[in-house]
């Protein structure tokens, strides 16, 4: 039973994006480890820019967020 965990910044994402990388996911593990679908978990969770740093910054510093 799979569990995916999926963290991306809280900007401009999509219901209809969220939806592709949860049908990528899925394939993938099938493809890859022959998972069922049926008992595969993806979960995408939104992190504040606030709550984000890379190379020494916030997200939110580098550029406009949500």
């Not at 969220?18 to 978990?41: A, E, I, M, S």
């Not at 993806?42 to 984000?52: F, K, L, P, R």
């Amino acid at each position: 039973m799979p569990y995916v965990n999926i963290k991306i910044t809280e900007e401009t994402t999509t219901k209809k994006q969220k939806q592709k990388l949860v049908l990528g996911v899925t394939k993938l593990l099938k493809k890859v480890l022959d998972k069922n679908p049926k008992t595969t978990f993806v979960i995408i969770e939104e992190i504040s820019c606030d709550n984000w740093g890379v190379n020494n910054r916030l997200v939110s510093d580098n550029r406009i967020c949500k």
